[in-house]
Nanobody, 124 residues
Framework: QVQLVESGGGLEQAGGSLRLSCAASGRTFYGMGWFRQAPGKEREFVAAISRSGGSTYYADSVKGRFTISRGNAKNMVYLQMNSLKPEDTAVYYC???????????????????WGRGTQVTVSS
């Protein structure tokens, strides 16, 4: 079956960096994305990458600080997070879309499989 497993979360000080990884298995993976959910808030889009890895898209809140990328085997996706802020504290989820298009997707409804999430905590 399809599985997405996130790793790399943890506790970091403001201004520091973390790199999240997502290992996907069970089918061919197309567009992928990262979302996050802070306590008491709705889940929100963070970043997305296209099927080929040639296109990326970011939420304004992370643009210039976070970088999404894919591994050579295309079943790995990464989120490099630099210049972390306390407001980045959240559970981060990896997701994959079933669309075979080469676009990037920012809506939750575009994604059909989700990981269980990894906690990122940024202290001030």
């Amino acid at each position: 079956q399809v599985q997405l497993v996130e790793s790399g979360g943890g506790l970091e000080q403001a201004g520091g960096s973390l790199r999240l990884s997502c290992a996907a298995s069970g089918r061919t993976f197309y567009g992928m994305g990262w979302f996050r959910q802070a306590p008491g808030k709705e889940r929100e889009f963070v970043a997305a990458i296209s099927r080929s890895g040639g296109s990326t898209y970011y939420a304004d809140s992370v643009k210039g600080r976070f970088t999404i990328s894919r591994g050579n085997a295309k079943n790995m996706v990464y989120l490099q997070m630099n210049s972390l802020k306390p407001e980045d504290t959240a559970v981060y989820y990896c997701a994959t879309t079933g669309s075979t298009n080469y676009g990037v997707y920012s809506r939750e409804s575009d994604y059909d499989y989700w990981g269980r999430g990894t906690q990122v905590t940024v202290s001030s």
